[in-house]
């Protein structure tokens, strides 16, 4: 059975940082592009950064480039989304996902509809 468990989310001021951690069980992770999403309520689940299998190339959404930084540790099945200089719109929950891009290029991490395989969340909440 295939899971992905998100952990690290919290309650913070604006302007710091969190690291949040994504471990996955039952897949191995070296043909699979790792995701990570921002759901708001009302709003359409957002597409924050991802990260490829081939060369581990990360991607992010405008409003995170500078900020963020994905990373993955293949022989723990783990990926991360480091956040730094935290904003009040950064609230909401994040879930990692991951999919299959084998052979379809760094790039097609950005561009997979839709992930297959989901987490439960984690909750990030930025206030002062």
């Known amino acids: ?3 992905l468990v998100e952990s690290g989310g919290g309650l913070l001021q604006p302007g710091g940082s969190l690291r949040l951690s994504c471990v996955v069980s ?3 992770l070296d043909n699979y592009a790792l995701g990570w999403f921002l759901q708001v309520p ?4 957002e597409r924050v950064s991802c990260i490829s299998s081939d060369n581990g190339r990360a991607y992010y959404g405008q409003s995170v480039k500078g900020r963020f930084t994905i990373s993955r540790d ?4 783990t990926v991360y989304l480091q956040m730094n200089n935290l904003k009040p719109e950064d609230t909401g929950t994040y879930y990692c996902a991951a999919e299959k891009d084998w052979g379809m290029g760094p ?3 950005w561009s997979i509809t839709p992930y297959g395989v989901w987490g439960q969340g ?3 909440t930025v206030s002062s």
Not at 42 to 45: C, I
Not at 74 to 77: D, E, G
């Open 122 to 124: 984690t909750q990030v």
């Open 1 to 3: 059975q295939v899971r």
């Open 42 to 45: 009302a709003k359409e689940r």
């Open 107 to 109: 790039a097609y991490c």
């Open 26 to 28: 039952g897949l191995t």
């Open 74 to 77: 293949n022989a723990n099945n």
